[in-house]
């Protein structure tokens, strides 16, 4: 249990101090994210499981988000993955059809990440023929 002589001590702090809601303030919007749904076709790398987990990694550290977990399944025997990344700002996941070159792409970050950032990244790793992005605002305040 806290002392009085505790209490005294501690600094005042205003409710702007408290409220910490990490919503994105841009172009005169207020919102709570960005998701990007990003759709790859005529990928490769897909069913490599290193492969898939680097670029998940290396995507999260373009975006500046921070990693708290990160979990991977992969399918067999047509060799599929799905991975989600956790993040302190939400989450990415991927999940691969290797047989047909195509990958599904979900990125939803708040605050100051930069959720484009990673699209490099991930052209980069699986040097899709085409890459298809649909940005949605989450949380958008009106």
Same mark, same amino acid.
């Given at each position: 249990?806290?002392?009085? #002589?505790?209490?005294?001590?501690?600094?005042?702090?205003?409710?702007?101090?408290?409220?910490?809601?990490?919503?994105?303030?841009? %172009?005169?919007?207020?919102?709570?994210?960005?998701?990007?749904?990003?759709?790859?076709?005529?990928a490769s790398r897909l069913a490599d499981l290193a492969v898939v987990e680097t670029a998940l990694?290396?995507?999260?550290?373009?975006?500046? #988000?921070?990693?708290? %977990?990160?979990?991977?399944?992969?399918?067999?025997?047509?060799?599929?993955?799905? &991975?989600?990344?956790?993040?302190?700002?939400?989450?990415?996941?991927?999940?691969?059809?290797?047989?047909?070159?195509? &990958? &599904?792409? %979900?990125?939803?970050?708040?605050?100051?990440?930069?959720?484009?950032?990673?699209?490099?990244?991930?052209?980069?790793?699986? &040097?899709? %023929?085409?890459?298809?992005?649909?940005?949605?605002?989450?949380?958008?305040?009106?």
């Amino acid at each position: 249990m806290k002392s009085q #002589a505790f209490f005294a001590a501690e600094p005042a702090t205003s409710e702007a101090d408290e409220v910490h809601d990490f919503y994105v303030e841009k %172009d005169g919007l207020r919102y709570a994210g960005t998701h990007l749904l990003i759709d790859l076709t005529g990928a490769s790398r897909l069913a490599d499981l290193a492969v898939v987990e680097t670029a998940l990694r290396r995507a999260v550290s373009a975006t500046g #988000a921070t990693l708290l %977990d990160i979990e991977l399944h992969h399918f067999s025997p047509q060799g599929g993955v799905s &991975a989600v990344a956790i993040l302190a700002e939400s989450h990415m996941s991927i999940h691969t059809w290797p047989e047909t070159g195509f &990958a &599904a792409v %979900d990125i939803f970050l708040c605050g100051r990440c930069d959720a484009y950032q990673a699209i490099s990244v991930l052209m980069e790793v699986f &040097a899709p %023929d085409h890459v298809q992005v649909t940005e949605h605002k989450r949380g958008l305040m009106v």
